[in-house]
């Protein structure tokens, strides 16, 4: 009854997973493992209780004592994976992004629906988070109308010290506001647009910070977002939704207030680790039980693509400084159907309900 | 050393400010009234002490015994009187607009520079907002670095029930934003565009209602700003500012929390009236004090011209679905030095202070 | 149709007093002053247009040019000129306390009855504060059922340089919360008790700072009052009252919010000038309307009264360590019938609805 | 390495700490189960995998194949159940109480000590709350100062429907802060008070209902903690801690803010269940890790004696009206190490870093 996970790429992120799934979560274990580092692969399953170590991902995704596979390698390598995952009909949980580019995407949507089931899901973690999941709820509720604007802002406290470009700002950094607007209002994102205000003399001045992408959904609905990789104070991440009779909108968290020193203070998150630490946890512990159940929910291969297009046409229209539209191919039929997007939002309730 | 204050226009504009010169702030009298009804500034006049109805405008203001004009009456009519108070050396208090275009406003402004003196005050109340000063003096502080960006939303519960306009929004409703960022950041605004989101169907299906306004300041700091006339649930003013080290943003007011039926809860004005009757106060209070000691402060002429101009350029970029950028006419000295735009501040922190 | 007002004794609320009259609020205009120190008076009646310097404050009563009597000259003094004002059939606003005992308080109260009509008001500044009157407003509404708790924290910065006692922590402080509580509640407080903390090592080690003061009103409404003379952080009031079915509380104010260095920051008020500075206002404001109508309204001699012997009484508790029940003389006629205190609320309403 | 759990008694909270063992945290299975309802047991047993079904608690305390025991059963078979447990050399988590006496408790303590190391915890899960830990590193840092006074409150929307009484309003509901202000302030409790308040009229009339505790800590700290178990709005747990320099306070939590119908509104939670999920979810997976590492942290049986013993002074109180002082007797050298009370937050804080 618990699921034998295999891993590929025990890299920060890779290790951070195993960690979870061994001292969190319910439900799993790490039984195989492999990373383009041998000694590194070998030093992580030291730790674990058994775990193999195996030479190539494909022969981890071979093993039959491993029932699923957690894809944390470089993003580039992704795709090999995943439609190998596929290709032996074994649940992939693969972290953002599914793959580089909307083309490699779409052939793991293909791959995927001539397998003829769900079994990929793209680590878009902000949908497991209680905030934006209470969010949902209260739009779903009807009684503050259809939305209309969304304002978001995402905020890092400082850009990573290695090469960050402007590029990542929104490939790396947006992206996850891309996947949540699409989720909040289960529509896709029909064109985008990238403001360039005045820059922080504060951070690397060949990066264009901050910016400001303007998302045009589907029926009309326009998302502002905000991405500021330098902003200095903390990890803050906005959103409020407008709808026609009224917003709802992520709280400033804060467990405690502090008052001194002339100030009523609540905390910002440090880092995104601190703000999210309980969206990967909820993330992951579904992903076993609903694997486990035989099922797939959550962001599907084809929500790794469209966000992936999405980004695409964003950076054409941060080169450009023109609106870029945005094309996607047809939604296959299997990700509108239970398992699909929708299930997300009603897999969570039977799990709250649950508790 | 009371200020003998003569109105022109006595409509619901003019009798709120009849009724706080006269019972509610110190140091003034209205003395004499007019308005295009003479019925209705008979009626104005029957309650107060002694207040002379004059025929026409040119009268009032030609009144030996009137010290000040308050010009409240149509839009169309305000630069005429504007000029006539000019002419006649007196200080005139004019409500927004100042004129309904840019040519008239800098026909005033150059009637103005002419007389060598400050005399025009605009009624942009929204400068004397405890909220927008208390910020403005957080970015002077300087602790917070440079501004970059600033998110506003401009929220009324309903349009009024008259033919307002989409235009309107903007003219009417949104001007109030466009002097408030260039009074915060001290800077002209260089561009407008607006978006147009997903139209609410609580209103009337003509109005473009929300919307969003990109303004561009002339040291690139971006400003949104959302428009939302018809937002159902109250009356929500919001700016926030950010700045390379940190932002500062309008709380969101509130004097009591009530706690029941499973929320805590903070009331949203109801209206303008309620969320600015304060500025509206501290607007003439301050207007009353500064021109009898024969000074001049405030929004001026050449801010109410600049915010004519900016409105100008809106409409067309709401028409054209494109970017429009705004020249304005040189600054002449006069609107650089004390007494002009930045002298305000000054002037309240002297009030302050004398408290 | 001005209101002229005779101020005994300029000291520093007395000069701040003569300010708001003559430069913030309306309706109102200084003509007579005296003080103990007839140089401060002359030097004060100096700043005003023709105000008469009196020797003694039965003179300045006396004066037929004025209307109505400040008081605010030093605590044991206001007994003899409210009475003389009474005597005089003259309104007089008095700062608290109405006098420094009970017995003092009663000979007011009883000459007043004599005289057959309301002429003094107590300053009681809190029964104008925004926040309280909006509370008052959510009880009355009755949504919230019978009130059953309240929790109340008075907190300074510092304790007054000079020998401020634990005594005066009640006298000073706390008496402003006694009052409140009894215009909230429209109750009588039956009973006091006093708790003694751990004291502050930052202050006066004589001092018992905190300490909690237990108020138990005549119909079993049980209210904790924290008062904390050296809290350090600012200058903070709070109070929450707990009803049947929800509470209502004051919110922690702050215009704005700043976001900086890791925190979300709301100002605290520096001192009480800052904190209620427009609960003096308008509590002036409302005073001269109301006298000026032939009227009175506000915290009247029974209230003064009730607050000096509540004081006692809770001082005895301090001294005791035990509870003290609190008897009060039979309530006059006059004190229940409009003009008294229930009326405040009505004069308020009706003040904010001619707005 | 998967800790192997016994459970005696699988009513409603023995069902959920048996979810939550087997489907929620990591490192733990339920191996046996015993209940008084052996047919629920059988039940219980039926949807896990494997777990053997025992006929009483000794018997599976016996289990050579049970590593660890988990004490859900009612109350008064708790010290049985325990003391076995030692006897047998094995942990032991207990729900609160730990025993219905301080007597109880106390032969324990003995037998506890007597066996020369911890093996008891008790389920005190607040310790285990994000905000409470919050509050207790922020007082940790220093920078407030020494705490004085701390305000509480304790309030549920309804009494439980079978005949809950005021005793259990401090025995079942008020035990939860007589813990955490123990372990906030690393003292103990040295007097107790309790007052009566207005009743509610929308609960059981024989209740006192809400009810205030006044507690006093060793070196003078002042407590005072409302509880209103039908408050009738939610769940709402309120603890503000006033510091020298300054206070800190549980936030108000909400994850979102939605605005409408006047109101910006923040959801307070419906039951103990939604406020405290995480709590009992973190206080599991600490004991399985702690046990797991042959170590012993969190609440002590000295903590369930002392609270003990400050409920039954507190009850005593109650009924007389008087304050009642608590003497404990000496606290044994075991529970002063590590190990004992204060490595709760050491190993906290090594948890956190872990992640």
Redesign the interface.
Same mark, same amino acid.
């Given at each position: $009854?618990t699921l034998r996970v295999g891993v590929i790429g025990v890299g920060a992120i890779g290790q951070d997973h195993i960690?979870r799934l061994?001292?969190?979560?319910?439900?799993a274990r790490v039984v195989a493992l492999t990373d383009v580092d041998a000694q590194r692969a070998q030093s992580a399953a030291g730790s674990l209780?058994g775990a193999r170590v195996h030479a190539t991902g494909q022969d981890l995704i071979d093993d039959g004592d491993v029932d699923a596979i957690l894809v944390t390698s470089w993003g580039p390598t992704h795709e090999e994976y995943v439609l190998a995952s596929i290709a032996a009909g074994k649940p992939v949980f693969c972290e953002k992004p599914l793959a580089p580019t909307p083309d490699a995407c779409l052939r793991i949507v293909k791959a995927e629906v001539a397998r003829g089931r769900r079994l990929v899901q793209v680590g878009f973690m902000r949908r497991y988070d209680?905030?934006y999941r209470? $969010?949902k709820k209260?739009l779903a509720r009807g =009684?503050?109308?259809?939305?209309?604007?969304a304002?978001c802002?995402h905020r890092n406290p400082t850009a990573p010290p290695y090469g960050f470009t402007s590029e990542m700002m929104i490939s790396d950094s947006a992206v996850h506001e891309i996947d949540i607007v699409r989720w909040l209002f289960d529509q896709e994102i029909a064109a985008g647009t990238v403001?360039?205000?005045?820059? =922080? =003399?504060?951070g690397d001045p060949n990066l264009q910070d901050?910016l400001?992408m303007?998302l045009e $959904?589907a029926?009309?609905?326009?998302v502002?977002v905000?991405v500021?990789v330098n902003?200095?104070?903390?990890y803050?991440i906005r959103c409020e939704v407008?709808a026609?009779?009224? =917003?709802?909108?992520?709280?400033?968290?804060?467990?405690?207030?502090?008052?001194?020193?002339?100030?009523?203070?609540?905390?910002?998150p440090?880092d995104w680790?601190e703000r999210f630490?309980?969206a990967y946890d909820v993330e992951l512990?579904e992903w076993v039980?609903v694997v486990s159940a035989g099922d797939a929910s959550g962001p599907s291969s084809w929500d790794g693509y469209a966000a992936a297009a999405v980004v695409e046409r964003c950076l054409e229209a941060l080169q450009s400084g023109q609106r870029s539209t945005v094309q996607l191919e047809d939604r296959p039929e299997l990700y509108r159907t239970p398992g699909g997007t929708n299930a997300v939002e009603q897999s969570t309730e039977g799990h709250r309900a649950s508790?």
């Open positions: $009854m960690r061994t001292h969190v979560i319910s439900g209780d209680a905030g209470a $969010m209260g =009684t503050l109308g259809a939305p209309l604007l304002h802002a403001l360039k205000p005045r820059r =922080t =003399t504060l901050p400001i303007i $959904m029926d009309g609905v326009v502002d905000e500021f902003c200095g104070y903390g803050d407008v026609e009779s009224g =917003t709802v909108a992520l709280s400033d968290g804060g467990e405690i207030v502090i008052t001194s020193n002339g100030l009523h203070s609540r905390p910002v440090a680790r630490v309980r512990q039980e508790r």
